[in-house]
């Protein structure tokens, strides 16, 4: 981008947090014709950090805050909020339910795909049912591409649903890679990326703060943070390479070099020159890294949302030397929020908080209907989620009711339990008003074997747990932001109840495609220049 006319130069540093306006500036002129779509996605990026932090935004998010329809207050509105459902979502418009990712553990491991290169667990799509905007934009144009690129595996794989596009993470030994579902080789342009080892030279670097301490109100050392180890600043990288670039995604450095390996893709791809319009998937993880060891009220979380501002705005910057800002869509949302550290919150506001445990529960009762013959298989339970395969009851003559009623009551009588829901219910209920009935039936495909529920009360997390958790119903969780920047989109702070389900319909309505599914999500008219009144 050239030097505007006419600013002096004392207030070019300024520039970024000026909102970027179409050139359109008489109202009269059709909007550009979009060249290229570009969605982030900041794992665990809570719905109040944009406001909390804002004040000394100076880069990227300053520059979305300013110049792009800002919806604080959406919310992803299912229950298992984790990474894997996250970002099977915004690019789809459509609720786990119908997208069939359903949690983390049944996400994208995949024996049948390894690593090109090994480095990490072998990974695919294979569970993920459906299109997305990527599949949409190539039924109008079979020209339209995709580079999605993340350090985990489901952050590049998901927002691409099964498209046998582009998708590169980090491996544990510093490169990108992919697996075999995409692609036999490596790509030159991503071996030569990996050839520069950028990942090893950040051994022996330090994780400083960015501002003085007195611009950060939270305290520093904290026992609980971290695991008890390392909980104040600086954060040293280990001197050994190979292990700074094993441990880089604790670390701000890694959403760097993330948006590096983009850039470089963006490039080397020639996406967004034609001749249709593409998308540029990324997802940026080093939030949740640090969000989950030391708290989202921690001094290291509030520097790394500093670091990841600026890190945008140089993206940015960059971006639009690259490619005509007035043809680039942004969207920008997030996986998942982060429930406090119990201890913290308690602490903090005097109001219960901690941890349950229903194992004990569980396996009692398994216990006793594998003693009556039924198969082991046959009932399992994980993080707030009964499993049961009702056709092993019946073949073994043990009445599967009985074990599921004597479960609940002993879930219903365990303290920091709210509700205990069984999945068959939970339809014929009201889901307007119920929004916990509401958030799980977002959340189960009809065909997955879940017969019962458990949501925790707010602020209690399933336990023995040594980080900050997520994957509740619950807001601290559930309520991510979502910004739409860009020619089409009308700036401004919107206080609509926006879901994340509605980004991929938002954004095809001003590709002019339509989804070609029916899709949970609804366009978000209000954010649109020429959407009219909603
Ligand atoms: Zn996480």
Redesign the pocket.
């Known amino acids: 981008m050239t030097r505007p006319i006419g600013i002096p130069r004392a207030l070019l540093p300024l520039l970024p947090l000026l909102p970027l306006l179409p050139q359109a500036a008489g109202g009269q002129a059709p909007p550009p014709r979009p060249t290229l779509v570009v969605f982030i996605t900041v794992d665990?990026l809570r719905g109040d950090y944009l406001d909390r932090f804002g004040a000394q935004f100076t880069g990227g998010l300053a520059r979305l805050k300013t110049g792009g329809a800002v919806f604080a207050n959406a919310s992803l509105d299912y229950a298992i909020t984790e990474?894997a459902p996250g970002h099977a979502t915004g690019m789809s418009g459509r609720f786990p339910r119908s997208t069939g990712i359903f949690s983390n553990s049944l996400g994208v491991y995949d024996p049948q795909a390894p690593l090109i290169g090994g480095g990490g667990p072998p990974a695919s799509p294979f569970r993920f049912r459906g299109g997305t905007l990527i599949d949409w934009m190539r039924s109008r144009n079979p020209l339209s591409r995709a580079l999605s690129v993340s350090r985990k595996d489901r952050g590049a794989i998901l927002p691409l649903g099964r498209a046998q596009q582009q998708a590169y993470w980090y491996a544990s030994d510093g490169r990108f890679t992919t697996s075999t579902y995409y692609a036999d080789t490596l790509p030159a342009w991503v071996r030569q990326f990996n050839a520069r080892r950028l990942a090893h030279q950040y051994a022996g670097r330090s994780w400083t703060l960015l501002l003085p301490a007195s611009a950060y109100p939270e305290p520093d050392s904290v026992a609980i943070e971290n695991r008890g180890q390392g909980i104040a600043f600086p954060h040293a990288a280990p001197a050994d390479s190979a292990l700074a670039a094993r441990v880089l995604p604790n670390y701000p450095w890694m959403d760097q070099l993330t948006l590096d390996f983009a850039l470089d893709g963006l490039q080397q791809l020639n996406l967004g020159q034609g001749p249709a319009v593409d998308l540029l998937a990324i997802s940026l993880s080093t939030t949740?890294a640090v969000g989950?060891a030391f708290g989202p009220d921690s001094r290291e979380l509030h520097d790394q949302i500093l670091r990841l501002d600026r890190m945008l705005g140089g993206f940015f910057d960059r971006l639009f030397q690259l490619r005509d800002s007035a043809g680039v869509l942004v969207a920008l949302t997030a996986d998942h929020g982060v429930t406090p550290f119990p201890e913290v919150y308690s602490a903090r506001t005097g109001r219960p908080a901690g941890e349950v445990d229903l194992s004990g529960a569980a396996a009692t009762v398994r216990a006793r209907v594998l003693a009556r013959g039924v198969d082991s298989s046959a009932w399992m339970w994980e993080d707030g989620v009964l499993w049961m395969d009702r056709g092993a009851f019946g073949r073994a003559g043990v009445s599967a009711d009985f074990a599921v009623r004597e479960f609940i009551t002993a879930a219903r009588e365990t303290p920091g339990v709210l509700r205990v829901d069984q999945v068959r219910t939970l339809t014929p209920r009201d889901t307007v008003r119920d929004w916990v009935v509401r958030r799980w039936h977002h959340m189960i495909p009809p065909d997955l074997p879940v017969e019962a529920v458990v949501t925790l009360k707010e602020h209690y997390v399933w336990g023995p747990a040594s980080y900050a958790m997520?994957g509740s119903p619950h807001d601290d969780d559930a309520r991510v932001p979502i910004v739409l920047y860009g020619a089409p989109f009308r700036p401004g702070l919107y206080r609509d109840d926006a879901r994340v389900v509605d980004i991929a319909p938002t954004l095809a309505a001003v590709l002019g495609i339509v989804p070609t599914e029916r899709v949970d999500g609804r366009v978000l008219r209000a954010a649109l220049r020429s959407g009219g009144t909603n």
Do not use: A
């Open positions: 665990q990474t949740d989950h997520h």
